[in-house]
């Protein structure tokens, strides 16, 4: 996992913008007000700790204890006596950062005040506008579930009369990995495929470009091959489509774990 995605500190967006350079930031936002308040309720509910981190490395540790959709406000616990919340309301730039399950949640917290009563103190601040949303790396790859897993469609690239339709093995938001029968004509890694339609069901598709990076024997009966390819482009709006599937996928899978 790169640095930047380590658990207490925001991930560097300049340096993942580097390197995402045909995806750039979009595929990992989240700004749809629906899908920004269902994250920010999960984060209630399930009472996730946050890392509340200033760029010269100070961080704070809380909890969201309201989401106010009306006044467009957070309410955040504090605790007044901590040394290390007077540091913090000094920043003039405070992320956020928490996970749900494997997804790494960062938004910034703008407008942030620090509120005390009777009750005790709470920190305020305004609702995000933007959400960013990172798979982590140990659980990048979800298998499909089902009889109708997914599909790839491309023309053979050394063959282009050939059209092939490609069993999904596992998918990722960063690449995905696809059976080739035995009776096809093999493709060779650091191989380009263009114009590939993935079909998670029959209603949803897009294309995607990808690159053959390596071929894997799974065993002796399976009469195929796996092919491990890498996303070298996805429109943000597809990106989207794939993690919704990908979160989706992991949901069923730890439901039917808990059967």
Not at 47 to 54: G, R
Not at 60 to 71: G, K, P
Not at 192 to 203: G, I, P, R, T
Request: with cysteine; net charge neutral.
């Amino acid at each position: 996992m790169p640095a930047s995605f380590s658990d207490t500190q925001p991930a560097d967006l300049s340096d993942l913008r580097t390197r995402n350079r045909d995806k750039g930031l979009e595929g990992f936002q989240v700004s749809h007000p629906k899908e920004l308040f269902g994250l920010l309720r999960s984060l209630v509910e399930r009472n996730i700790a946050l890392i509340l981190a200033c760029p010269d490395g100070n961080t704070l540790s809380t909890t969201i204890w309201c989401v106010d959709a009306e006044r467009h406000t957070l309410t955040l616990s504090a605790d007044s006596r901590d040394g290390k919340l007077a540091r913090l309301m000094d920043c003039n730039e405070v992320t956020a950062v928490g996970y749900l399950d494997n997804v790494k949640l960062q938004f910034e917290l703008d407008g942030l005040v620090l509120v005390n009563g009777p009750g005790g103190s709470a920190l305020k601040a305004e609702l995000p506008t933007l959400i960013y949303r990172f798979q982590r790396r140990e659980s990048f790859r979800v298998r499909p579930i089902g009889i109708n897993s997914p599909h790839a469609r491309l023309r053979h690239p050394m063959i282009p009369d050939m059209t092939l339709n490609l069993r999904v093995l596992d998918v990722s938001s960063g690449g995905l990995a696809l059976f080739l029968p035995d009776d096809v004509p093999p493709i060779g890694p650091g191989v380009e495929l263009n114009a590939v339609l993935f079909e998670l069901d029959h209603e949803t598709h897009f294309e995607v470009r990808l690159r053959l990076q390596h071929i894997t024997a799974i065993n002796p009966d399976s009469l195929g091959v796996r092919m491990g390819c890498a996303i070298t482009h996805i429109e943000p709006m597809a990106a989207r489509t794939l993690q919704q599937y990908i979160d989706q996928t992991q949901k069923r899978r730890r439901a039917f774990q808990l059967r």
